[in-house]
């Protein structure tokens, strides 16, 4: 009975102490990049704005497929909803399958004459959930690292686009 009680005891103590430290991370995590690309405005919303032009650029929709309809993408377990757009952003909902959404923004500022600075931010909310704070420790490494990649592919796209439409 005492080996009970003590077991008992003991994954309590540990429970509370994981919740504990799960507590001192943030309930909000954004992670976010930038790149400087030389382009105008037009090209850059030319492979921004339009879903089914993410394709020249997101490398997991190569790999996988890919529906596109209107202001909504389904990629593999991913759904991608385009909430609002301007001149110079769009705001998208980015849900994967057992994550919280994101909040998603990609925008592009005028740096200098013909240069743009394009930033691209995930924003997410987490429960208290231990589980789901401690899996936004990952966010920096792993999603940081994909969105530089995908950036470096947008800039191609960018300047091919370019290429193309002159």
Same mark, same amino acid.
């Given at each position: 009975?005492?080996?009970?009680?003590?077991?008992?005891?003991?994954?309590?103590?540990?429970s509370i102490l994981i919740t504990a430290i799960a507590s001192l991370f943030p309930s909000v995590v954004i992670t976010s990049r930038a790149v400087e690309v030389n382009a105008t405005k037009s090209q850059i919303q030319y492979c921004v704005k339009d879903l089914?032009?993410?394709k020249?650029?997101?490398?997991?929709?190569?790999?996988?497929s890919v529906m596109v309809q209107d202001s909504l993408a389904q990629v593999g377990t991913q759904t991608i909803k385009m909430l609002s757009s301007t001149d110079s952003s769009v705001l998208l909902q980015w849900v994967a399958t057992g994550q919280a959404p994101y909040q998603v923004q990609i925008e592009w500022l005028p740096l200098k004459e013909g240069t743009y600075v394009i930033h691209w931010s995930f924003e997410q909310h987490v429960k208290w959930y231990p589980w789901e704070k401690f899996q936004t420790l990952l966010n920096e490494k792993v999603l940081g690292a994909k969105? @530089? @990649? @995908?950036l470096q592919n947008l800039t191609a796209c960018i300047l091919s686009d370019s290429v193309a439409l002159k």
């Open positions: 009975m005492k080996l009970i009680r003590f077991a008992i005891i003991s994954v309590s103590v540990i089914s032009a993410w020249g650029w997101m490398s997991d929709w190569k790999d996988q969105m @530089e @990649e @995908e």
